[in-house]
T-cell receptor, first 114, second 116 residues
Framework: AQSVTQPDIHITVSEGASLELRCNYS??????LFWYVQSPGQGLQLLLK??????LVQGIKGFEAEFKRSQSSFNLRKPSVHWSDAAEYFC????????????FGAGTQVVVTP | KAGVTQTPRYLIKTRGQQVTLSCSPI?????VSWYQQTPGQGLQFLFE???????NKGNFPGRFSGRQFSNSRSEMNVSTLELGDSALYLC???????????????FGPGTRLTVL
């Protein structure tokens, strides 16, 4: 079955430390891939996307993600976390045969400690 | 360019009532998708509209319906509300057609629906 998996429900990281959030997908063909961030009480903000081409993509707020076809993964990274990065992060997939439907992972809650 | 707007932001209803939520997409975007977000089920796709036509539908009962107008604004309706319909309802818009990136979705702030 098609699925998107975020193995980590909750991650705690110190301010200034690096952050990596994992995302794995299970689809027949390489789908379009996205990372979104949601702050409390807010909608989703697009951080970055992968459609094709260079497997390392840069996004907003200093985030980057690497697409690895062999591992069906699209992990999100940030070299140095700021307190404002505390939020919930969602990996999302748009299957290439779908219309307007994103399938989301369960999300990873990131807590930033001083 | 203004973002996706949703009205109202908060809504309280009682069981059995019906509710209509509104979404105004980004100017030029022709596709509008709706999602339900709950702590237990996460983010689930409801339906998508493009040029006033529903092209895709998620696995929700018929109590959930929607429509899109000629100006791309969209509404969703939930009839005979149940306690389990309490959720954050998110609307997203995208270009819907065209070159690479057409399906990049931009989300509104959501409507928080509470059913008592």
């Amino acid at each position: 079955a098609q699925s998107v998996t975020q193995p980590d429900i909750h991650i705690t990281v110190s301010e200034g430390a690096s952050l990596e959030l994992r995302c794995n997908y299970s689809y027949g063909a390489t789908p379009y891939l996205f990372w979104y961030v949601q702050s409390p009480g807010q909608g989703l903000q697009l951080l970055l996307k992968y459609f094709s081409g260079d497997t390392l993509v840069q996004g907003i707020k200093g985030f980057e993600a690497e697409f690895k076809r062999s591992q069906s993964s699209f992990n999100l990274r940030k070299p140095s976390v700021h307190w404002s990065d505390a939020a919930e992060y969602f990996c999302a997939v748009d299957p290439t045969d779908s219309w307007g439907k994103l399938q989301f992972g369960a999300g990873t809650q990131v807590v930033v400690t001083p | 360019k203004a973002g996706v707007t949703q009205t109202p932001r908060y809504l309280i209803k009682t069981r059995g009532q019906q509710v209509t939520l509104s979404c105004s997409p980004i100017s030029g975007h022709r596709s509008v998708s709706w999602y339900q977000q709950t702590p237990g089920q996460g983010l689930q796709f409801l339906f998508e509209y493009f040029s006033e036509t529903q092209r895709n539908k998620g696995n929700f009962p018929g109590r959930f319906s929607g429509r899109q107008f000629s100006n791309s604004r969209s509404e969703m309706n939930v009839s005979t509300l149940e306690l389990g319909d309490s959720a954050l309802y998110l609307c997203a818009s995208s270009l819907g057609k065209g070159s690479v990136g057409y399906n990049e979705q931009f989300f509104g702030p959501g409507t928080r629906l509470t059913v008592l």
